[in-house]
T-cell receptor, first 117, second 113 residues
Framework: KAGVTQTPRYLIKTRGQQVTLSCSPI?????VSWYQQTPGQGLQFLFEYFSETQRNKGNFPGRFSGRQFSNSRSEMNVSTLELGDSALYLC????????????????FGSGTQLSVL | GESVGLHLPTLSVQEGDNSIINCAYS??????FIWYKQESGKGPQFIID?????DKRQGQRVTVLLNKTVKHLSLQIAATQPGDSAVYFC????????????FGAGTQVVVTP
């Protein structure tokens, strides 16, 4: 079974630009979560999608948005990039967006390393 | 200039010894806990999980202990190997928080020969 796939692996952008990151979950997983990882803040939750609906949201500004498609693939978008948005963006999938037995294990992709210059 | 970042606690372990990584969690309503291992340049990798109705769970070379009284979680790695060198994260979650996982800052484990 293929794992969580994120593209691209590396991205370099300049301030003010926007960026779209892509994530394909593990086959059969319908929930996709996004996390931002930085040396200063660690792993921070951005949002979670299930059945094309946002189910949970973290404390990030509206410049960060996401969506999920009917095949469970997800994209996240960051508009008007700032230097502080430089981070590793991790996507994770699980069966469903709850902690019921069998649904809860979250599996991560390798991430997209975004550098904002 | 100097960058400011999270100061990860570091655990230095000799190859072959047992490792114990500790984690204090904050939410008494959390009922699900999970440990991840993250190697340089990779995403977090699932190690083991435990629910709040258990206090111990064993996997291959790993054991997770949960003490709900003091809100403490630990991961024990038996016979630590060089490949165990990584950052280890604990995470907590609960249905009341919609299943969202809250991650700890992480512990850097360094295995010395």
């Amino acid at each position: 079974k293929a794992g969580v796939t994120q593209t691209p692996r590396y991205l370099i952008k300049t301030r003010g630009q926007q960026v779209t990151l892509s994530c394909s979950p593990i086959s059969g997983h319908r929930s996709v979560s996004w996390y931002q990882q930085t040396p200063g803040q660690g792993l921070q939750f951005l949002f979670e999608y299930f059945s094309e609906t946002q189910r949970n949201k973290g404390n990030f500004p509206g410049r960060f948005s996401g969506r999920q498609f009917s095949n469970s693939r997800s994209e996240m978008n960051v508009s008007t990039l700032e230097l502080g948005d430089s981070a590793l963006y991790l996507c994770a999938s699980r069966v469903r967006a709850n902690l019921k037995e069998g649904n809860e294990k979250l599996f991560f992709g390798s991430g997209t390393q975004l550098s904002v210059l | 200039g100097e960058s400011v970042g999270l100061h990860l606690p570091t655990l230095s372990v000799q190859e072959g010894d047992n490792s114990i990584i500790n984690c204090a969690y904050s939410n008494s309503a959390s009922d699900y806990f999970i440990w991840y291992k993250q190697e340089s340049g990779k995403g977090p990798q699932f190690i083991i999980d435990i629910r709040s109705n258990m206090d111990k769970r064993q996997g291959q070379r790993v054991t997770v202990l949960l003490n709900k009284t003091v809100k403490h979680l630990s991961l024990q790695i038996a016979a630590t190997q060089p490949g165990d060198s990584a950052v280890y994260f604990c995470a907590e979650g609960g249905d009341r928080s919609g299943g969202k996982l809250q991650f700890g800052a992480g512990t850097q484990v360094v295995v010395t020969p």
